[in-house]
């Protein structure tokens, strides 16, 4: 009976290990295609999940925007494997974070990847003081569909891609069929009506997506996949995309053809047309970028011809992805990035002039997850985006207004060069050995209260200080408390804590000369003991620090 036993469990552990290897085989099967949902259904099955297993499970994820369940893979993944996991791997987790809000973690991950400073709370509150615009926007009715996206201009109605033609091949990377490209009215109400698809001039059994048009609609540009699939450097075949040319001859769209500068070999994808029909922008994985996508621009000549591609250069296009762009009546360009520091995933921005500074819109209209496609009549203050905030991608309609910021007044403190807040010396002072706020001290912080009720968009550092009597470990830990208890009575008057940082500084930077513990009277060192309030997101211009030394810059930075 024994042996018998012994028998059953070899074939049920052999049976298992078989199974476990055909779900590999399966999961990367499908991953090799593209098929993320097929593949995400195989690994989930795998028990004892290798690096490779949860590298592209967590892939899967991401790519069909799972992200909660992606930064939970990612996660076990870098406890598992830290060490021997590649960058991009680190970058799409910072990414499933920002977008399920966890940005202090992203944060880390971020300054490790890029060696630079991404600081989400710093950057959100500068942002808002500096965006021209504030967005406010609504879901488009009858946008029901599993993926609307690339809404544009079409004369009085408007141009869109949807993947509600069920008549059309089913797209294995998210189970959809392809896209086709449709025209709408919108009414006042923000809901399209007269939903019509364009005819099969235009429409094929393949994806096409992004129209715009010349400002008298007989001509439009439009993207489609490629019918041929080529081996990528992963030796897997993809479908690359290209740009298309129709004309509109007595109301039918005809006379289609494909842009020269297209290939089979890497995509050229979503166009956008200039006013003056002069330029046309689009986005590019073409060898010679900055890495994955970046924003083109080329001439369109008179005689139908076309100038070369001309990469936008380092303002605009990083080592990810940039792509969407949108060249407003007023020559301001929009294009979406996850490159440039954002809220999470694809975020939209605006540049214009040479291009060589870009914005982002600010978290009026940025999410953590992707917002794409984005276009504008700026004379009007309305247009639209793409967004799939809410799990699949569906169009908003917005309305735009000024950004209206009121200059925060601030005043330099005469030691520090700092500044700080115009009030009685932006200073409270503290008793020997004690940090306990004290009663003549209460009508400068509440006085400091009212000054951040006036000015929501500033952030305050307190930093407090010790005399030099003590040692300098205590003194240290003394400045810190003082500096807390000065936080927490800002709390309790409603303050939001978020709009407060706080540090001790021991003894190290005293007013005066009185550095030693004897030699100055009790007044030379109680103006030592106290805390002092710096306006810590105010932007100084480059002019400003054009003076300073690399040592400065640092402490600028710092304070």
């Known amino acids: 009976m024994k042996n018998i036993y012994s ?22 099967k499908f991953f090799a295609q593209a098929a993320y949902i097929d593949a995400a259904d195989a690994y989930e099955n795998v028990n004892d999940k290798s690096q490779e297993v949860l590298q592209n499970l ?19 993944l870098f406890l598992r494997h830290e060490g021997s996991i590649e960058p991009e791997y680190q970058f799409r987790y910072a990414h499933t974070l920002m977008a399920a809000g966890n940005y202090v973690k992203a944060d880390e991950l971020m300054n490790e990847l890029t060696g630079e400073s991404w600081e989400h709370e710093e950057f959100a509150s500068e942002l808002d003081t500096m965006v021209p615009h504030k967005f406010k926007y609504d879901q488009v009715m009858n946008n029901q569909s599993s993926s609307d996206f690339g809404i544009g201009f079409y004369g009085d109605r408007v141009a869109f891609a949807s993947t509600r033609n069920q008549e059309r091949p089913v797209y294995p990377w998210n189970k959809l069929p392809t896209l086709d490209l449709y025209s709408a009215e919108m009414n006042d109400e923000g809901e399209m009506t007269d939903i019509v698809l364009f005819s099969d001039a235009i429409n094929t059994d393949e994806h096409e997506s992004s129209a715009t048009f010349s400002q008298d609609g007989t001509v439009m540009f439009f993207d489609r996949t490629n019918e041929d699939r080529v081996k990528n450097e992963n030796d897997v075949r993809v479908a690359h995309i290209s740009l298309y040319r129709a004309e509109n001859v007595d109301g039918e769209w005809t006379n289609v053809e494909k842009l020269p500068f297209s290939s089979e070999e890497y995509s050229v994808e979503h166009p956008s047309l200039s006013a003056d029909g002069s330029k046309l922008y689009f986005a590019s994985d073409m060898p010679g970028g900055s890495g994955s996508f970046d924003i083109y621009v080329v001439d369109v000549n008179e005689d139908g011809t076309y100038g070369p591609p001309q990469n936008l250069g380092p303002g605009v296009n990083t080592a990810h992805r940039e ?16 490159g440039h520091q954002g809220f999470g995933n694809l975020d939209i921005f605006r540049t214009e002039g040479d291009f060589s500074e870009v914005e982002n819109l600010g978290e009026s209209i940025n999410s953590g997850n992707d917002d794409f496609a984005f276009v504008i009549k700026e004379s009007e203050e309305m247009g639209y985006f793409a967004s799939n905030r809410r799990g699949t991608d569906n169009l908003y309609q917005f309305t735009r207004e000024e950004n ?7 005043v330099t403190d005469e030691t520090s060069g ?45 930093e407090s200080h010790a005399d030099a009597r003590g040692s300098d470990q205590y003194n240290m830990a003394l400045s810190k408390r003082r500096a807390a208890s000065t936080v927490e009575y800002l709390v309790e008057k ?17 007013v005066n000369d009185c550095t030693e513990p004897t030699g100055c009277t009790n007044e030379q060192y109680a ?6 309030f710096v306006v810590s997101n105010r932007n100084r211009s480059m002019n400003e620090n054009t003076n300073m030394d690399d040592s400065e810059m640092e402490d600028q930075d710092e304070n």
């Open 7 to 28: 028998t059953l469990l070899i074939i049920f552990v052999s049976i298992t290990a078989f199974g476990q290897k055909s779900d590999i085989r399966d999961g990367n």
């Open 58 to 76: 967590g892939d899967s994820y991401f790519y069909t925007n799972q992200m909660q369940n992606a930064a939970e893979v990612y996660e076990l």
């Open 323 to 338: 792509q969407f762009p949108f060249i407003s009546e007023e020559d301001v360009l929009y294009f979406t990035s996850d």
């Open 404 to 410: 209206e910021i009121i200059e925060a007044p601030t």
């Open 418 to 462: 700092q500044d700080v807040i115009p009030i009685d010396g932006s200073k409270i002072y503290f008793d020997f050995d004690k940090a306990t706020i004290k009663p003549e001290s209460k009508p400068v912080l509440d006085s400091v209260v009212t000054y951040m009720n006036d000015y929501p968009n500033i952030k305050v550092k307190v």
């Open 494 to 510: 409603g303050i939001d804590r978020g709009r407060l940082t706080s540090e001790g500084y021991g003894e190290n930077r005293p």
């Open 527 to 532: 103006k030592n003991r106290r805390s002092v």
